[in-house]
């Protein structure tokens, strides 16, 4: 039984991290869920929220995702991600102006497929927009 699990996650632009950690926890579809070697096999979806890498005692990364799933063997877990981004990465101003300039657009939409989609796009920043604040406190 090896002491590592192997964790890979990608996105369709590129690998966001892969390598041997003690454990990852993850934003499944019912909840997070922590991911051990040695875990029983499962698939889930996401939820929007982070990926929290842990290794060597503490927290190596954390990465906000949305949509997709979670692969997981007994020495590896994979998240495919659509959207994924490093924390660091993330800047609540920037987040804040796109809320706006999203909020215009929306009052501008004529169609209702551009209105939904507009609105998919207000809940996906909302979502970043708060993980980001919650950890900042």
Known sequence: MSS??????????????TDDIDMVVIPGEKGD?????????????????L???HDAGKIKERIYVSN???????TECA????????????DAEMLEKTILQAKKELEEARTEEEKNALKRDLDYIHSKLEILKRLKQ
């Open 68 to 74: 997709g799933f979670a692969h997981v063997t007994e």
């Open 4 to 17: 590592k699990l192997h964790f890979r996650l990608v996105s369709p632009e590129r690998v966001l991290f």
């Open 33 to 49: 869920f922590g991911v051990l070697p040695s875990h029983s096999p499962l698939i889930s979806l996401l939820r929007s929220g």
């Open 79 to 90: 998240v495919m991600a659509e959207d994924s981004i490093f924390l660091e990465e993330m």
């Open 51 to 53: 990926v929290t890498i």
